[in-house]
Each structure stands twice: as structure tokens, then as C-alpha cells.
């Protein structure tokens, strides 16, 4: 044994000696309500390369010796990648067919600007075939760079700004075509997203507070799409990220509040879900109105955002993520511990088949999100340069939206972790996947590089891609995560043999064999 591994050995037993709290919730099968602390931890292989400290956390000598470097990874392997200049990883990244469809970050010094189209049909060499740079949406894009799959269009919002593009990717998803490029009155994009339909879109805006619009584009006609209007929301409904039905008459709205915020903040008031009925848009109604079906709210993180639809054994859910957690409100960490908040964000797992009366059933939280670990982080060192670390739960996505067998989600500090969902009420960890840390590699269209910036922890935020491929061994077929972080650009992922070895159930089931 090296001296490095020997050190980094010591490092775990230590953290384990400290006795640090267990990682399951236990609860009977039978309970209406699961796991309400830590998910059960992976199991990895023997070869992986794997944290040493909680679940989750990039430890200050994994950082510092620059064990980070290196990366982690838990029952997942690498199989191709495309750097590039860096990503801005929260913004999309969108996928369709055999392409994937990356934003950076609109940096002066980046030679190619824009969003990235990148040809995945051979997965161990990903190549880029196209920079969407001809609208100030896809140069500048922010959360809502966003594909609707029926009608194989991509929609996105000029951050911070008016305009709104889409791209037509029907005849060729490597080449989109514009299709059109409008400017929307009073806009200032920030999130967004399509109805299920993809006759509608739905720009989020950057101010999110009482008082804020949420500007509603026609895109029946997506070579000429237009305006409908600025919907003014005086209380509560006010989407940070947002999804659909089905059928497009209710819209999951995340609303973002922090802790302590004042009353003309974009994050005031209470955090969680809105459920609106949006009957009236999708019917294009004269003179519609929005109206709130019900609400659920949480008082222990901050900035919710994503709220993603899923079926399971005949029950609805959505899977919901914050952003900040309680570190995001007035006081900072410190505060956040002091009041018995989450330090960072995580999901719930909410049931919604009565859609009035929503609650939560179960949270995807890992060691770093519980509460009684929160003092554990107010002595970590931050990034030079760049902050404070986050390990806050930023985006996931479901292998398929009936039945699920899993769950990828996206992070900002604690790369992209897999879940067994087939149990909504009890999911596990399988895997986990942290790219190397980019240190001070020079890349400009990265939303995490700047001059002067040590990053020793890679940001992985953004949706995660679930791809059916055939197998290596020329048998059935295996399933691929598509994952994009802000260092190491786009990266294939494949399920390690050993793995699948081991669960050859949950492969076949996932992969539909």
C-alpha cells in the first residue's frame, strides 16, 4: 500500500471510530409514511475509488491532499467523454435521440460559445457537431434549456433577459434548425419548462417574490411562436422550476422561499410545492386565470425548484429538490444549525394522488443533508476563490416516468447519486459518480472557473440522462447515465459488471428485459 492510500485508509477508519450517525431510517413496510432520515449507503465494489467521510461529503484531506483529483465513483465506471471548454451543468443540459445538448457559460475568452450539441451515437467518443450561438437565448441560457420529447423541439430563456428561442431537432437532433427567435415583454428568464403537450412554454423569471410574472409563449406554431402573456402572481405559486400533467391542465410549481428573507426578496415566503390548475392556458382560453389547487410547504431547506412527475404501483408522486437548504437563509450555516434546519438541500418524495391534500412519504437525504450532522461543516475550508461548499440535491430524473426502477439526481457538491425507487416509500443508494476536481484548469465556458479558482470538488448539477444501448457483450441491452459536469463537460457512465452482477434483478427490470 502507497503512502497515500495508507493515509487515506487511516482517514476512514478514523472517520468510522467517530461513531457519525447510521445512514438508515428504519420503518415498517407497512407504514403510509418511509424513510424519513438517510438512505441506506451504496454497497461498492472492491476497485471502486470511494469517499472516505459521510455520505456524500468531499472531505477537507480528500480536498487538501488532492485525493479529489482523482475523482469517487461507487458501482459506476466511465466510458466516454466529451471536456470541451467546461459547462455551466444546472443549465439543462437536454437530451433527445442519440444527442445531448450542453449550455456554458458565455465567457469572453471561450472559442465556442453557446450551447454545445454533442453526437453521443458512439458513446466511448462523444463529439461535438454544432454551437448554438445565433440567439442571446442559447448564448446565455440559464435552468430552462429544456426538450419536449413528443414534438422533438428545444426550448430556451435568455437569462436575465427577454429572449426566447427554439430549435427545431425533427430531421436532424445533431444540426437543430432555429425556428424561432422572440422577444418577450417584461421577461428576465431564470428556469422554465414545456407542458407535456409542447404547445406551451413556461418561462420561470429571475425575480421570483410576490408581485413576479411568469411569461407563457404559444409555441403551437414553433416557427412562429408567440407571446400570450405575463401572468402576475400576488401570493403564493410563484415557480422557481416547473412541470406538467400529462394533459397540461396542472402545473407543479416549486416555489423558493429562504429562511428570513424580507418581504420584497425574489425568495420570500414559504418554500415547497403549488399545485395550479393552468385548465385555462392549455384550453387558450379568453381571459384565463391560474388557479391554486393546493400547496405544500417545508420549513427546513430553501429554494425549491424542481418538481418531477412519476407513477408508481398506480400512485402519483413528484420528486421535489432545493437548492440552498437552510444554509440559503438569513444567518448563513450557523443559523441554519442553530434552528435544527437541513445544512443542504435535498428531495422529497411526495404523493400527490390526491392532488388537494399533497404530503411528503419519503426523502432521498444523504449523511451530508440530516440536520444532526449540520455543526460537522461550519470549520470546512472553502474554495479559493470560489466560495463555500454546497452539497446541496440540484436535479434528477427517473429511468422512466411509470413504474421507475431508478433515480439519478444531480448535485452541487455531491456528484450524481443513484437510487432504487421501486419502493417510492424506501429508497436506497446503488451507486455514485464524482468527476475529478478541475482545480485550476483554464476553462472558460465552465459556470464554476474563474481567474484565481481552486476547485476541489466537481459540480455535477445538472439532469441526468438514462440511455438504453446495446450491450458491450453483444447481449441484450445495458443502460448508460448521461451526466454533464461543470469541469469535466459530458460523460458517458455504465453500471460496473460487478455490479450488474450482483443485481441482475434491478438490470433486467431497468432495462426492460
Known amino acids: 500500500m502507497n503512502k497515500q492510500k495508507l493515509v487515506r485508509a487511516f482517514a476512514i477508519a478514523t472517520v468510522a471510530l467517530l ?75 437536454a437530451f433527445l435521440d442519440h444527442c445531448a445538448y450542453m449550455a456554458t457559460e458565455n465567457d469572453p475568452l471561450q472559442q465556442h460559445p453557446g450551447v454545445v450539441v454533442i453526437d453521443v451515437s458512439d458513446p466511448r467518443h462523444p463529439r461535438p457537431t454544432a454551437y448554438l ?63 407535456e403537450d409542447g404547445m406551451t412554454y413556461y418561462i420561470g423569471q429571475q425575480f421570483r417574490g410576490v408581485g413576479g410574472i411568469l411569461p407563457i409563449i404559444d409555441v403551437s406554431d414553433p416557427y412562429n411562436a408567440k407571446w400570450l402573456l405575463n401572468w402576475t402572481f400576488n401570493g403564493d405559486g410563484r415557480p422557481h422550476d416547473l412541470s406538467t400533467n400529462k394533459d397540461g391542465t396542472r402545473l407543479y410549481a416549486g416555489q423558493p422561499g429562504t429562511f428570513g428573507a424580507a418581504p420584497n426578496n425574489s425568495s420570500f415566503g414559504p418554500d415547497g410545492l403549488v399545485i395550479l390548475d393552468v385548465s385555462d392556458i392549455q384550453f387558450r382560453r379568453p381571459n384565463p386565470e391560474i388557479r391554486i389547487v393546493s400547496k405544500l410547504f417545508w420549513d427546513d431547506q430553501g429554494q425549491a425548484e424542481q418538481m418531477l412527475l412519476f407513477f408508481s404501483n398506480g400512485r402519483s408522486y413528484i420528486i421535489s429538490t432545493d437548492e440552498s437548504g437552510g444554509q440559503g437563509g438569513v444567518g448563513g450555516l450557523p443559523a441554519a444549525c442553530a434552528r435544527g434546519a437541513s445544512p443542504y438541500g435535498y428531495s422529497n418524495i411526495i404523493d400527490i394522488t390526491d392532488e388537494k391534500n399533497p404530503k411528503i412519504v419519503s426523502k432521498i437525504m444523504l449523511e451530508v443533508h440530516d440536520p444532526k450532522n449540520c455543526e460537522l461543516f461550519l470549520n470546512e475550508p472553502p474554495e479559493v476563490g470560489g466560495g463555500l461548499l454546497d452539497y446541496s440535491t440540484e436535479r434528477c430524473n427517473v429511468d422512466r416516468p411509470e413504474n421507475p426502477t431508478m433515480v439519478a439526481c444531480g448535485s452541487r457538491g455531491t456528484g450524481t447519486r443513484v437510487y432504487d425507487i421501486r419502493d417510492p416509500l424506501h429508497p436506497a443508494e446503488i451507486a455514485y459518480w464524482k468527476g475529478p476536481a478541475p482545480r485550476t484548469d483554464f476553462l472558460p465556458g465552465s459556470g464554476s472557473w474563474g481567474p484565481g479558482v481552486d476547485r476541489t470538488v466537481e459540480k455535477q448539477a445538472g439532469l441526468v440522462n438514462f440511455h438504453k444501448v446495446p450491450a458491450a457483450d453483444g447481449h441484450g441491452r445495458e443502460l448508460h447515465l448521461w451526466v454533464v459536469g461543470d469541469g469535466n463537460g459530458f460523460q458517458v457512465l455504465r453500471f460496473t459488471n460487478a455490479f450488474k452482477a450482483r443485481h441482475k434483478d434491478l438490470m433486467a427490470e431497468s432495462v426492460g428485459e
Request: charge should be negative.
Open 133 to 195: 450561438d445565433d440567439t442571446p437565448a442559447a448564448l446565455n441560457p440559464h435552468e430552462n434549456l429544456k426538450v419536449n420529447l413528443p414534438r422533438k423541439l428545444l426550448g430556451v430563456a435568455e437569462s436575465n433577459g427577454p429572449n426566447f428561442a427554439v430549435y427545431d431537432l425533427s430531421k436532424d437532433c445533431a444540426h437543430p434548425i432555429l425556428a424561432s427567435s422572440i422577444t418577450v415583454p417584461g421577461s428576465s428568464g431564470h428556469m422554465g419548462g414545456w407542458a
Open 19 to 93: 461513531g457519525l450517525l447510521p445512514s438508515t431510517s428504519i420503518s415498517s413496510a407497512a407504514d403510509p409514511i418511509g424513510s424519513m432520515g438517510p438512505v441506506p449507503k451504496a454497497h461498492c465494489g472492491r476497485f471502486d475509488w470511494t469517499e472516505s467521510g459521510l455520505q456524500g461529503q468531499t472531505t477537507t484531506w480528500e480536498r487538501e491532499s488532492g485525493d479529489s483529483e482523482g475523482g469517487y465513483n461507487c458501482n459506476l465506471e466511465l466510458v466516454g467523454q466529451f471536456r470541451g471548454e467546461g459547462a455551466f451543468s444546472q443549465d439543462g443540459p
